[in-house]
């Protein structure tokens, strides 16, 4: 379980973060059912990190110590950089039939941003590129560039090419990434194979809390996949096609020093974070 009660799957977090360096965590919050996620994530603070927010179904009401409000819904994404810290709630409502989908990304800020002021922006639907192929492919450019589009989410600290990509069955497609860059992609529909790439790694179907660090071994189909350092991704879907995030980022190659909502460079700036949230002096904007 995560927040007050919500069920999702947990791709990666709360482990070894080197592989994925710079982003920290990303979890899949799919369900059906109304009752494993409308006790949403109440009030609860970050810092450290931006997020990124990417809906499918449903919506997600949010608010902070800004004073910020808003909704995101099918389509949508949201954006907050943390910084110094920052205290929000988001609370999720299913789409009528009751069907809430979406994702969430921790991208780290480096230690130079860590305590910079927080931001927040809501990305609608209609600002988010999408490309269609000769082939049929297409793809969704939520944050950074693919094929001389750019996506609408940018200032976060990680650079990441963020992209929702859909093949046709039966179809090879290559994909650009820059070496330099640390790749994953997250399967959530369909199936297919990937070459230079890790085995499939399960997506445990149990909720998970911010210090759970240990895996359910009953997993589904959803699968999280590693590369290694090249130029491109090849995917070629299977029978009913395939679709996938692809998220690729510059690493920061720093010490990380995590505990819940707050992620630093060390021991000492982390107690020192919990203590002001509990002194009430954690908010510096």
Known sequence: MEGAGVRLRRAFGFGNTQE???FLLLDDFRNDNPADYLAGFPWHPHRGIETITYVLAGSVDHGDSLGNEGSISAGDVQWMTAGSGIIQQEMPKG????????????????????????????????EISELTEDDGTRVR????????????????AAEPNYLDVSVPPNTRRRLPVETTRHAFAYIFAG????????????????????????????????SLILFDTGDEVVVEAGEEGIR???VSGKPLKEPVAWYGPIVMNTQEELRQAFAEYKAGTFLKH
């Open 20 to 22: 994925t360096d710079p």
């Open 95 to 126: 789409a009528s039939d009751g069907k809430m989908h979406g994702f969430q990304l921790w991208a780290n800020l480096p230690s130079s941003l860590k305590m910079t002021a927080p931001r927040y922006q809501d990305v609608p639907s209609a």
């Open 141 to 156: 450019v939520i944050c950074g560039d693919f094929q001389g589009v750019t996506g609408p989410v940018d200032g976060v």
């Open 191 to 222: 199936s297919g194979s990937f070459c230079n790439a890790s085995a499939p790694l399960a997506v445990p179907t149990e909720g998970v809390g911010w210090s759970d660090t240990s895996l359910s071994e009953v997993a589904d189909n959803r």
């Open 244 to 246: 996938f995030l692809l």
